[in-house]
Structures are given as C-alpha cells and as structure tokens.
C-alpha cells in the first residue's frame, strides 16, 4: 500500500511524524539557551517543560524539552543526538511505537524518552529482554539521569526484594519484562506490606518491542512452588521408548507438533511389558509417560531446545540463541527429558499464579515501544495492545547490498556453499557474521571452517556472557564471527572493531558481511540479523543460504511441496525453490499469530476473574472484611479464640487464614483449568468451538469461588486449638511455596475444522485430480 493512502486509511504502521518533526527543527534555536544553563538549573527547566508538555490530551514533546534533553546527553554522555533519534523521542513521548534500524541509537532514544516522562512525575520503566541489557543501559544512561535530577536502578534475577522495593520507588527502573512479572506475581501472595516490592505500572518504554509485545506474549509467565509429590519415575518409560524406530514404531505429525505411537510401536511396547493391555484404566499413569518420554526423544532435541549444564536442563530460546533462565515445561515433559539425559528427575511443580506477558503490558497506563522491525507486527500491535506504530527513517541512506538468497536440496552442498563463501571474503579480510539457528548448527560450522584454516568465534546459548566483548569485535578486519539470533543482544558491530579505529580499511574491503544459514520462522528476525551490516551508512552485504531440509520448510511448507521438492528438488531452479521456503516461512508466521490469538482468546476469561480476585485480596488486606464475612459462619468459635488471645490477634489469624484460602482456591481453579485447557482442542472434532466451549467452563467453574474459599477457611479455624494459637500462624503449617519459572506451552495441535477441511480438500484435489501426491 503507497504511504499517503496508508495514512489516508489509519492502517496500522502508518502513523506520521512528520507534525513531530517541526518540534526536531525548532529545538536547535533553542540549545544554545539549553547549554547556558549549569546542571541544577538544566534540571528545574526539563521538570517544568515536560509538565508542561504533558497535557491532558497526552504528550507532546516541546522544542525547548527537546533540546534540554539532546543538552543533557551531551553534557554527560559525549553523545549529540542526531535529528531521527530526536524525532523518534517525540514520537514516543507522542504514545507511539517506533521502528529505528539497528544502529541509528536506539539505547540513547530510550533513555531521553524516559527522562522526559519521569520529569513530567511519570514512574517509568524501560523494559529490556534481559539482565545484561537492563544493568549496563541503566548504568550507562545514569549520568543522564542523574543531570535533570532523576533517580535511576535496575532489576535483574540476583536483586534483592530490599534493593526491588528500594528501586521501584525511583524515576526510572530498567528490568526485563520476565522479572516485572514476577514482581507482580510474587506480590499477589503477599501478607504484609514488607512481602510486597510494589512494581508502579504507570509507563513502560519496551526495547525490541515486536520481540516482547509480540513474540514473547505468548508465553506466560509462571509462579510455581515445588510440590510435595515425589517426582515421577520416568526410567521404565525412557527404556520403553528408547530405541524405537521413527515411522515404524511412531509417527510424527507434518508440523512436528505431536508424536504418536503406531500399531506396531502399540504391540512392541506392550510385549515388552509382559502382554499387558496399555488401553485399560490401570495403565493410563504409564501409557502416559511413556507418550511423554516418546515426545522427549523424538521431538525434543539436545543442543537445539535445550543444553544440558552442570547436571541440568536449560532451555534455549530459540528466538534469542540465549539460555531461557527460569524456564521449563510442564512437569511430565520436563522429567522426561531429564531422564532421556539420564539427569536427576526433578520435584514437580505447582502452578500458584500466571499472568501472560500481553496482560502484565496492557496493565501499564502508557505503553509505546522501539524496534528495527515494528511494521512488520503493526497489524498485531494494534489488535492486541491498541497501540499506534511508525517509522522514523535512517540518518544516511542506506549502502548495504542484499544479495539473492542461495536456495539447496542437499546440506552438504549448503556446507560446502557457505564455507567457500567464509574463505573467499575471509581471504580479502572483510569481517563476516555467520548467523545460524541452533547451537549445535552454529558449531557445526565452527568446525567446518576450522578445517580449512580459519579460526572462527562461536557465540550462542553455551557461551552467551561474553557476547557483548565479541560482538563488538565481529567488524574487525578479518574477523569471523558465528552466532545464533542475535535479537536482543543489544550490542553495536562497528566497522574497524569498538572504537572503529580500522574503520576506513574496513570500508574499503566491502564493510560486514552477513551470511544467513537457514531462514527463521519470523522474517523479523532475518531482518534483523541483516541489519547488523549497513550501519550507520557503513557499506555491507548480506547473503541467505537455505536449505529444503531445514525445520521452517519441513515443519511449514505444504505437503504436496515437500513432496515436490522430494522427487524433482535437483531440477527444481532457483525461484521456484526460493517460493517453497518463502512460503513455508509465512505460514509459521501466520501459525506464530494464530497461537498469539489464541493465547489472548484462552486467557481473557481467566485474567477477569483473577481481577476479582485481587480485588477481594485487596480488600482483605487493607480491612476487616474478612472478620466480618466469617463472623456470620462461626461467631462463637471467634468469639472463643479472642477470649483465649486478643480480638486484635484474632483478625490478623483470620485475615492470613483467608488470604490463604483464596491463594489456595485459586491454584486449584488455576489448575483444573490448565487441565480443561489440554483437552479443550478435542471438542473441535466433534464440531464445537474451542474458545467457546473454554470459557463456558472457565465461568461456570469459578461459580462460589469466593464462598468456598470462606468455607475453606471456617473449616481450618475451627480447628484451631489453644497451644496452636499461642504458637502463632506458623502452627497451622499452611506453607507457601516461592520457586518460580516459567513453562513452554503447546498450542491447538488440531486446528479449527476450517483448517482440518481445508487441508483435507487440498489433498483430495492433489491426490484425485491433478495426481502430483
């Protein structure tokens, strides 16, 4: 669509900030003025400007707040903000989302903006995707901070609840999303005002905000408590399951989803257990797991999914090459894998409370965000979040070169390709980014090149705390660098290394170059590893090498293709086999927002009602509504218990007892509807709506929540006796487990009966009429 009718139209990430722009120009008459004024004085003015600006009609950033701010940077960063970072200030001030490339300073645009909420009385937070970036762009931008008088700190997974209260309260805190979460969560069990750390949602700046607002809303964020079960004995199930032979012993679904067990498997595994019959209600516990242990082998793969480190799994977030910390799948899956890896099976978990990273956002008053690739998600970001998005166009044009992508049928020959590709440039000393999309791709590779001579550095989930010292030599002349994504790793690859100090020599050989090994399920971050070369107007080049083999064209692309490039891939050409995998690749995009929705359809019923209960919580807390709402159910037993005590010991013993209470019902409706959740999908084979049929359950479960959770507590105090009393809540043993992380969720592997009859036509059509299957 031409930009002027997207804009006619509002379609989303169209919004123009070209009215914002006059603001950019009018700030320069005005640095002069800015510059004149000492630190205390620079600090009353971006105080009272940005109140100013901070209308009730929203923010519109001045030219005077503007140029306090690029003054401020300056002064204490050595840094003068180019006009598209300023630009893209005001545009996140104005409430918007902004698309800046990789490399125009994304961090500095953050930073300013955040300033100029928090000089405006705004609590800001700059949500970042991990530890490393939230301390060293805190610690970074302080000086900035500290000029116009504003408090700054930073949460990461080792900050104390001391040192997360201390910071909540001051103007701008950077954390990763998944530890605000968290925050959130743990201070929904809170009893007292010092268990809580309070995390102020008034305004959150995201970086990479199609990553977090997009890819990661998908997965919700956990607080689980360790159980008192013993863990489960996964040992027989793996044996069981070990050697089975893939399409003679089990099969694997198009989209490498779900695995099952054939006839065959059926028999072999039941005369391995002495002739039993797995489909009776006694074998139900082990026909489980051993489904389970089949899913760990066959569709759970070492050094792609996961890493085995000092004795543990660690899940890898694929869409990151980075160890996912704290996170884990479901309890059964988990120990599976544990024992295919021969670990330690460990203690299950309990779900307390979850909240999806989509909801935790739309909980903040103002939300606007950055990224090198928001249009992309602009349709998402304003179904899900209402949110306006734009771009903010590079400084200097753009001299990168993206050469066509290089498609093949054989890995091998795409080996070979890629490392006569590597010692070809290598040989001319042009710096190159190999960007891969597993660990154990990325030292396959390693290997490979070592093999020929040229000494490459491997970055991914194994080794990712060294990643901001290698990135940031990867431009240097003659450097070859190997990586998985590179999303969110928040570290520039100048030309000439950090300093640039070679940056001519550099140049002169072509800039860096990108060499993609295989296609991801998002084209977002394809583009995003392209955009490491071609900064800042540097000149570059990239390069795709794709292979039909790889797991976006097997697991996506339709069937009849598959078939197609199986019998004919070698006399295939080129633009018909780039068709294949670009095809293969929007279908995992258009599945990636298909469980997006899904996620947010499955979740709006239980994020209601989990407001109700905080509601109560809140209620309780902060009043007697609990003595009053028990002393109708058990007046003469509270009437003993103050006699024996206090009336005053008496209501905080009920107000725990009933805090507890709710706690506990709620994990158990949590639980029952994590249940009804995994099977849900099965009412579209008899032709309902899943959704619907959801949140029927959802509400017709959650009637006399509340009474229940009184009676459960009148059922505890009145058997409160006299020594557990003088003993204190602690006598009760109503423990509260603390552990968290976060679970790996599975979407509809059915489908709606829509997609079921579309695919079931297709291959009528193909296998009947046009006879290609």
Same mark, same amino acid.
């Given at each position: 669509?031409? +930009?002027? @009718?997207?804009?006619?139209?509002?379609?989303?990430?169209?919004?123009?900030?070209?009215? @914002?722009?006059?603001?950019?120009?009018?700030?320069?008459?005005? &640095?002069?003025? #800015?510059?004149?004024?000492?630190?205390?004085?620079?600090?009353?003015?971006?105080?009272?400007?940005?109140?100013?600006?901070?209308?009730?009609?929203?923010?519109?950033?001045?030219?005077?707040?503007?140029?306090?701010?690029?003054?401020?940077?300056?002064?204490?960063?050595?840094?003068?903000?180019?006009?598209?970072?300023?630009?893209?200030?005001?545009? &996140?001030?104005?409430?918007?989302?902004?698309?800046?490339?990789?490399?125009?300073?994304?961090?500095?645009?953050?930073?300013?903006?955040?300033?100029?909420?928090?000089?405006?009385?705004?609590?800001?937070?700059?949500?970042?995707?991990? =530890?490393?970036?939230? *301390?060293?762009?805190?610690?970074?931008?302080?000086?900035?901070?500290?000029? &116009?008088?504003?408090?700054?700190?930073?949460?990461?997974?080792?900050?104390?609840?001391?040192? +997360?209260?201390?910071?909540?309260?001051?103007?701008?805190?950077?954390?990763?999303?998944?530890? $605000?979460?968290?925050?959130?969560?743990? =201070?929904?069990?809170?009893?007292?005002?010092?268990?809580?750390?309070?995390?102020?949602?008034?305004?959150?700046?995201?970086?990479?905000?199609?990553?977090?607002? $997009?890819?990661?809303?998908?997965?919700?964020?956990?607080?689980?408590?360790?159980?008192?079960?013993?863990?489960?004995?996964?040992?027989?199930?793996?044996?069981?399951?070990?050697?089975?032979?893939?399409?003679? !012993?089990?099969?694997?679904?198009?989209?490498?989803?779900?695995?099952?067990?054939?006839?065959?498997?059926?028999?072999?595994?039941?005369?391995?257990?002495?002739?039993?019959?797995?489909?009776?209600?006694?074998?139900?516990?082990?026909?489980?797991?051993?489904?389970?242990?089949?899913?760990?082998?066959?569709?759970?793969?070492?050094?792609? =999914?996961?890493?085995?480190?000092?004795?543990?799994?660690?899940?890898?977030?694929?869409?990151?090459?980075?160890?996912?910390?704290?996170?884990?799948?479901?309890?059964? @899956?988990?120990?599976?894998?544990?024992?295919?890896?021969?670990?330690?099976?460990? #203690?299950?978990?309990?779900?307390?409370?979850?909240?999806?990273?989509?909801?935790?956002?739309?909980?903040?008053?103002?939300?606007? /965000?950055?990224?090198?690739?928001? $249009?992309?998600?602009?349709?998402?970001?304003?179904?899900?979040?209402?949110?306006?998005?734009?771009?903010?166009?590079?400084?200097?044009?753009?001299?990168?070169?993206?050469?066509?992508?290089?498609?093949?049928?054989?890995?091998?020959?795409?080996?070979?390709?890629?490392?006569?590709?590597?010692?070809?440039?290598?040989?001319? /000393?042009?710096?190159?980014?190999?960007?891969?999309?597993?660990?154990?791709?990325?030292?396959?590779?390693?290997?490979?090149?070592?093999?020929?001579?040229?000494?490459?550095?491997?970055?991914?989930?194994?080794?990712?705390?060294?990643?901001?010292?290698?990135?940031?030599?990867?431009?240097?002349?003659?450097?070859? %660098?190997?990586?998985?994504?590179?999303?969110? +790793?928040?570290? =520039?690859?100048?030309?000439?290394?950090?300093?640039?100090?070679?940056?001519?020599?550099? #140049?002169?050989?072509?800039?860096?170059?990108?060499?993609?090994?295989?296609?991801?399920?998002?084209?977002?971050?394809?583009?995003? &590893?392209?955009?490491?070369?071609?900064?800042?107007?540097?000149?570059?080049?990239?390069?795709?090498?794709?292979?039909?083999?790889?797991?976006?064209?097997? #697991?996506?692309?339709?069937?009849?293709?598959?078939?197609?490039?199986?019998?004919?891939?070698?006399?295939?050409?080129?633009? %018909?086999?780039?068709?294949?995998?670009?095809?293969?690749?929007?279908?995992?995009?258009?599945?990636?927002?298909?469980?997006?929705?899904?996620?947010?359809?499955?979740?709006?019923?239980?994020?209601?009602?989990?407001?109700?209960?905080?509601?109560?919580?809140?209620?309780?807390?902060?009043?007697?509504?609990?003595?009053?709402?028990?002393?109708? *159910?058990?007046?003469?037993?509270?009437?003993?218990?103050?006699?024996?005590?206090?009336?005053?010991?008496?209501?905080?013993?009920?107000?725990?007892?009933?805090?507890?209470?709710?706690?506990?019902?709620?994990?158990?409706?949590?639980? !029952?509807?994590?249940?009804?959740?995994?099977?849900?999908?099965?009412?579209?084979?008899?032709?309902?709506?899943?959704?619907?049929?959801?949140?029927?359950?959802?509400?017709?479960?959650?009637?006399?929540?509340?009474?229940?959770?009184?009676?459960?507590?009148?059922? $505890?105090?009145?058997?409160?006796?006299?020594?557990? @009393?003088?003993?204190?809540?602690?006598?009760?043993?109503?423990?509260?487990?603390?552990?968290?992380?976060?679970?790996?969720?599975?979407?509809?592997?059915?489908?709606?009966?829509?997609? +079921?009859?579309?695919?079931?036509?297709?291959?009528?059509?193909?296998?009947?009429?046009?006879?290609?299957?």
């Amino acid at each position: 669509m031409k +930009r002027w @009718l997207a804009r006619a139209v509002k379609a989303p990430g169209s919004a123009s900030f070209a009215h @914002l722009q006059r603001a950019v120009d009018e700030s320069k008459a005005r &640095l002069e003025w #800015a510059e004149n004024l000492d630190d205390r004085a620079l600090a009353l003015a971006a105080q009272r400007t940005a109140r100013e600006d901070a209308g009730s009609d929203g923010f519109t950033a001045s030219p005077q707040l503007l140029a306090i701010l690029a003054t401020a940077a300056e002064r204490t960063l050595s840094q003068r903000p180019f006009d598209p970072q300023l630009l893209a200030c005001a545009a &996140l001030l104005s409430g918007n989302v902004v698309e800046l490339d990789t490399g125009e300073g994304k961090t500095l645009v953050g930073a300013m903006a955040a300033a100029g909420f928090a000089a405006a009385r705004r609590k800001v937070h700059v949500l970042s995707v991990n =530890d490393y970036l939230a *301390r060293r762009d805190a610690e970074w931008m302080g000086p900035l901070f500290e000029v &116009l008088g504003l408090a700054v700190g930073w949460i990461g997974q080792q900050t104390t609840p001391a040192t +997360r209260r201390a910071n909540y309260q001051h103007d701008v805190v950077y954390a990763p999303v998944s530890e $605000i979460g968290y925050d959130v969560l743990r =201070d929904r069990f809170g009893t007292t005002d010092t268990d809580m750390v309070w995390p102020m949602h008034d305004v959150a700046i995201v970086d990479e905000a199609d990553a977090v607002m $997009i890819d990661e809303a998908m997965s919700p964020l956990v607080l689980a408590g360790s159980s008192r079960e013993e863990p489960a004995d996964f040992a027989l199930a793996d044996s069981l399951v070990r050697d089975l032979v893939a399409d003679a !012993h089990y099969a694997i679904d198009d989209d490498r989803a779900t695995v099952s067990l054939t006839d065959q498997g059926i028999d072999v595994i039941e005369q391995r257990l002495g002739g039993v019959n797995l489909y009776e209600t006694e074998h139900t516990e082990a026909f489980t797991r051993i489904n389970l242990a089949l899913h760990a082998h066959a569709l759970v793969e070492r050094d792609v =999914d996961y890493l085995v480190v000092e004795g543990e799994i660690k899940l890898i977030n694929t869409a990151r090459g980075r160890v996912a910390q704290q996170q884990r799948w479901p309890d059964g @899956l988990h120990a599976a894998i544990e024992a295919k890896e021969q670990l330690a099976v460990s #203690a299950p978990g309990i779900v307390l409370d979850t909240i999806t990273v989509q909801d935790l956002l739309a909980g903040y008053t103002t939300l606007v /965000g950055m990224s090198g690739t928001v $249009i992309a998600v602009a349709e998402d970001l304003t179904e899900f979040y209402s949110v306006r998005s734009g771009r903010v166009e590079r400084r200097l044009p753009q001299r990168r070169t993206d050469e066509p992508q290089r498609v093949f049928t054989d890995d091998r020959e795409r080996m070979d390709a890629v490392v006569h590709e590597v010692s070809e440039r290598h040989g001319a /000393g042009q710096p190159i980014l190999v960007g891969t999309q597993s660990v154990a791709e990325s030292e396959q590779f390693g290997r490979a090149l070592a093999k020929v001579g040229i000494d490459a550095v491997v970055l991914n989930a194994r080794n990712d705390a060294h990643e901001a010292s290698v990135i940031a030599r990867a431009g240097e002349f003659g450097a070859v %660098t190997i990586s998985t994504q590179l999303s969110g +790793r928040g570290t =520039d690859i100048r030309l000439g290394g950090a300093e640039e100090q070679d940056h001519a020599r550099v #140049a002169a050989v072509g800039g860096l170059a990108v060499l993609l090994v295989g296609r991801s399920p998002s084209e977002r971050l394809d583009a995003q &590893l392209r955009g490491r070369s071609g900064r800042q107007g540097d000149p570059g080049s990239t390069l795709v090498f794709v292979s039909t083999n790889d797991d976006v064209v097997q #697991a996506n692309a339709p069937a009849h293709l598959l078939e197609k490039v199986r019998r004919s891939g070698s006399r295939l050409d080129q633009r %018909t086999l780039a068709d294949i995998v670009d095809r293969a690749q929007r279908i995992a995009e258009g599945i990636r927002r298909d469980q997006h929705r899904d996620t947010w359809d499955f979740s709006r019923a239980l994020s209601r009602q989990r407001k109700k209960v905080l509601a109560l919580r809140g209620e309780i807390l902060s009043g007697d509504l609990t003595s009053v709402a028990l002393e109708t *159910r058990m007046p003469t037993k509270l009437a003993s218990l103050e006699e024996a005590s206090s009336p005053q010991f008496v209501a905080d013993l009920t107000r725990r007892v009933a805090l507890w209470c709710l706690d506990e019902q709620w994990c158990e409706h949590l639980a !029952h509807m994590s249940e009804v959740r995994d099977g849900i999908h099965l009412q579209a084979l008899a032709g309902v709506n899943p959704r619907e049929e959801f949140h029927r359950v959802v509400l017709e479960e959650f009637q006399g929540f509340f009474d229940a959770a009184y009676e459960n507590a009148v059922g $505890i105090l009145e058997k409160v006796t006299t020594d557990q @009393l003088l003993a204190g809540f602690e006598a009760l043993e109503l423990r509260r487990p603390s552990a968290t992380w976060t679970y790996m969720m599975s979407a509809n592997p059915l489908g709606s009966p829509m997609d +079921r009859a579309g695919r079931q036509a297709g291959r009528w059509l193909r296998t009947r009429v046009l006879k290609i299957e």
